[in-house]
């Protein structure tokens, strides 16, 4: 629905501007004619009217056949164009170069029903040995206004993370660049020719020389948490990466996904969640 802040707008200056769309989003649609006010076609330079009815649709660019993938999954959000799942792990958040068959994606394509068309858009995408909360948008252009306010008051994410180890204060953070390792493809390490990185992190509970932590990040690099956690002398209990691979977590590490609030780029409300700590992660932290 046209809001009236926006009456007397060109379509294309409403998608562009308030609507956020990205310029290759709104070119397929206008090419392909997907937008509409009031149901019928019209140009980029229309002008809106307060009231009216706006569909922009914007086509799918076409990539290879997707295999489903039998899972099940938790899913305690979906609206508007938004889903968010409670990944399971050891379970990959992205087919692999070798074409993984066993992902999030299949499942979800799964779980949709096999949708003709689907298309997967993950937000804050999830390593294979994390489990917990991750936001997945079903369209291109929610996925472009989450993935903007990420690092924002407007997406906050929070992790529990089970450490070998103590760390010396209950609560701080740490603010160490991140950098790519010499000649590694997948791992990182703290560099000062890093990109900045900042963790929060919050003491919760010690126990068998462990601890809980409560993280929350203000900066997204690859592998944040495990690579500070590791830096800070406390790595991630079973990470094969950046500490000591634990037999009795077979494929995965003690990190979860606690905790998304954010705010529907759609529809403006605030979604809340929470998963708790996993049983076979908590057990590692009881007195």
């Given at each position: ?65 997707i295999?489903p ?9 979906h ?61 291109p ?92 002398g ?14 009795a ?39």
């Amino acid at each position: 629905m046209v809001q009236p802040s926006w009456d007397g707008y060109l379509l294309r200056k409403l998608a562009l501007g308030p609507l956020a769309m990205s310029y290759s989003q709104f070119k397929r649609a206008k090419f392909q004619g997907e937008l509409l006010l009031d149901g019928f076609a019209v140009h980029a330079d229309a002008r809106v009217r307060t009231g009216q009815t706006l569909v922009i649709r914007i086509p799918e660019i076409q990539t290879q056949p997707i295999l489903p993938y039998e899972l099940p999954l938790l899913v305690p959000y979906h609206r508007e164009g938004l889903l968010i799942v409670d990944k399971p792990a050891p379970l990959p958040s992205v087919a692999s170069r070798q074409g993984e068959g066993r992902t999030l994606e299949n499942a979800l394509f799964s779980y949709l029903g096999r949708p003709p068309g689907f298309v997967y858009h993950p937000v804050n995408r999830l390593d294979k040995g994390t489990s917990g909360l991750m936001a997945v948008a079903l369209n291109p252009h929610v996925q472009q206004r989450l993935q903007g306010m990420l690092h924002t008051g407007g997406f906050l994410r929070e992790y529990l993370a089970v450490c070998q180890g103590v760390p010396p204060q209950e609560r701080g953070e740490i603010c160490e660049p991140i950098a790519k390792a010499d000649g590694a493809t997948v791992r990182r390490m703290v560099s000062g020719s890093g990109k900045p990185a900042l963790t929060h992190y919050r003491l919760l509970k010690t126990a068998h020389g462990r601890s809980l932590l409560l993280l929350r990040l203000s900066t997204g690099r690859t592998h944040q948490i495990r690579v500070h956690l590791s830096w800070l002398g406390c790595p991630v209990l079973g990470d094969f990466l950046y500490g000591q691979e634990d037999a009795a977590l077979p494929g995965r590490f003690a990190l979860h996904s606690h905790r998304l609030e954010l705010t529907h780029p759609i529809t403006g409300e605030t979604v809340r969640l929470e998963s708790p700590l996993p049983s076979e992660l908590e057990r590692f932290i009881k007195q």
